[in-house]
């Protein structure tokens, strides 16, 4: 052992970020007889639902699938108040979760962790922080979450603007008073689009600058009553298992439906009965086809293009709120709540900025090349570095002293699975690139299924007396030859958004999430765990 290593505080595990999967893997390892060291740079838990309280943060996914499964009595005695949760009660449930299952105890937070280091000779990380700590730890979980590493893009003169600048992602606790206030909403993302429609009717004027319009679908979000809580807490064990075997991790999932030997009214009724279900089921609870199939995929585009038109009074404004330059769903469909109807408010206005570009910001508020606007705050809804940029904004160092970010960047984004990767024993990731967690899936469904693997072979190891794994070089390259063989059977390749890593400049261009289906990627884990990780290196 090094002098670093025997003068560090030492653990089993050390596991980053305490959210949805950092919580969960705290638990699971310990369960598993690990001595668990957790470090979050929050003052709490929630990691997604600690970090962005925007107006209007809420989730897509239905609260009854949105959940842990591992505890029936957590289930049972968890009431969910609606359909699609806010920020707030999303927040508070994993703060629940956090004091019933004593996970804080083992969480150090308000802590950055700054970097990683493997130790070719002990064979463990030792973990260094912010605020001083080194840690000696055997495994390294990065829960740092996928959508984490907040994106400011470098407008001009940013520094010079007097009012206040706020990313969502890092939205302030004590909140935003916006009465009367002059707001700039940069981006029209899901979040954007939540942020939007929430403030509208509180701002004195709002300007939304978009540059890429998306495609919607109208949120049901019905309030639930004690009737329907004791229908979804009785259906509970069903429903788990069905999130389980589905492609997207949701309770609905591909339909056989021929959407397309339908006659044309027929065709429209199928189309507005998944829509009016008002979930994200009209996109991957629909048919296949319409992320494989340009004719498909046409047909839905139309549908919905025409749903936002109907919506906005001055065709003007609905002609750039409707997508012009990509297919429905090839990029993420967030569900909105009269956001179209904030464009109809006087006080509302929408500049395009691929029209007219954002040249700088002054000290009164933001150029562009129609003219200056006044602002009093400004809200980058500008989204983040997804799948990589926690993990990279960490100087993580692997065999032989790799940097995992010169690697990456040198060599492309590489991973087996998201789950590890080669050159880096040990260390563990979850919503990393090339697995579902990363895009397509809802979320705790694949984190849940990623942190029991996790735990599962973190134990292999241990039992079989062993002290590292990690992929091989084979099955990594494997793995990411499938992934972008999936990844091109799909239209997603051929638009510009997160998903492809284009919202950031000098990312490689490649689909970040593993586009073959949540419960095959499953089934590829399960087979992996029986075959006692074939292919892996464990020594
Ligand atoms: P996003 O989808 O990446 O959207 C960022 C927005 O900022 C886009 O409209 C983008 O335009 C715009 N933008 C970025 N740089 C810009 C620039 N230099 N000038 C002008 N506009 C710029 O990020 P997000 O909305 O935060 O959402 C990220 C993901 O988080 C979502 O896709 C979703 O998975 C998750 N999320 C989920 C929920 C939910 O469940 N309800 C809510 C919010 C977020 P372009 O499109 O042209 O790049």
Redesign the pocket.
């Known amino acids: 052992m090094s002098q670093v290593q025997s003068a560090a505080k030492q653990v089993d595990a050390v596991v980053v970020g305490a959210g949805f999967a950092g919580m969960y893997g705290i638990q699971r390892l310990r369960e598993k007889g690990l001595k668990v060291q957790g470090f979050e740079a929050g003052h709490s838990v929630g990691g997604t639902w600690y970090w962005?309280r925007y107006p209007g943060?809420?989730?897509?996914?239905q609260a009854y699938i949105y959940q842990y499964w591992f505890s029936d009595e957590l289930i049972k005695e968890w009431d969910w108040s609606e359909r699609f949760p806010a920020q707030p009660e999303t927040e508070k449930y994993l703060n629940h979760v956090a004091d019933k299952f004593e996970i804080r105890k083992d969480f150090q937070f308000e802590t950055k962790v700054e970097a990683a280091k493997w130790d070719d000779g002990a064979k463990r990380w030792t973990v260094t922080t912010d605020k001083g700590d080194v840690v000696s730890a055997q495994f390294l979980l990065m829960s740092t979450g996928g959508?984490s590493a907040p994106?400011v893009?470098p407008?001009k003169h940013h520094e010079k603007f007097k009012g206040q600048i706020i990313h969502?992602?890092r939205w302030p606790k004590e909140g935003v008073d916006f009465a009367g206030k002059k707001v700039g909403v940069?981006?029209?993302?899901?979040?954007?689009i939540?942020v939007v429609q929430t403030i509208a009717p509180q701002v004195g004027q709002l300007t939304v600058?978009?540059?890429?319009a998306?495609y919607t679908i109208p949120m049901r979000n019905p309030k639930y009553d004690d009737a329907d809580r004791a229908g979804l807490k009785a259906g509970a064990k069903a429903m788990h298992k069905r999130v389980n075997s589905t492609f997207a991790g949701f309770d609905y999932d591909w339909q056989a439906t021929d959407l397309m030997a339908m006659d044309p009214e027929a065709r429209e009724a199928q189309l507005n009965e998944w829509f009016a279900d008002g979930s994200l089921g009209f996109w991957i609870g629909s048919i296949q086809g319409v992320l494989m199939d340009e004719s498909i995929n046409a047909v839905f585009s139309d549908f919905v293009k025409r749903k936002i038109r109907a919506r906005v009074h001055d065709p003007k404004v609905a002609d750039l709120l409707v997508p012009d330059d990509h297919g429905f769903g090839t990029?993420?469909v967030?569900?909105e709540t009269k956001y179209y109807e904030a464009f109809n408010q006087p006080n509302v206005k929408l500049v395009s900025?691929k029209k007219t570009p954002?040249v700088e910001f002054t000290e009164r508020g933001i150029r562009t090349t129609e003219g200056e606007q006044e602002l009093d705050i400004v809200i980058f809804?500008?989204?983040?570095d997804?799948g990589t940029g926690a993990l990279t904004r960490v100087d993580v160092r692997g065999e032989g002293g790799q940097s995992l970010r010169d690697d990456w960047n040198q060599h492309g984004i590489h991973t087996t699975m998201g789950l590890q990767v080669h050159g880096y024993p040990n260390m563990f990731m979850t919503m990393a690139p090339y697995s579902p967690a990363a895009?397509f899936c809802n979320v705790p469904t694949c984190l849940q299924q990623q942190v029991d693997w996790i735990a599962d072979c973190v134990d292999y190891v241990r039992k079989t007396g062993k002290q590292a794994i990690q992929p091989g070089a084979e099955i990594e390259n494997n793995w990411l030859a499938h992934h972008d063989e999936v990844a091109n059977l799909t239209l997603v390749p051929k638009t510009?958004?997160?998903y492809m890593g284009s919202?950031v400049e000098g990312k490689p261009r490649r689909l970040l999430a593993y586009a073959g289906g949540a419960q095959n990627y499953r089934a590829v884990c399960d087979d992996l765990k029986a075959k006692q990780y074939q292919g892996f290196e464990i020594a």
């Open positions: 962005n943060a809420r989730v897509d996914s959508l994106l893009p407008f969502t992602g940069i981006g029209t993302g899901a979040t954007g939540q600058y978009q540059r890429t998306n990029r993420r967030p569900l900025v954002i809804a500008t989204g983040f997804a895009a510009n958004s997160w919202n």
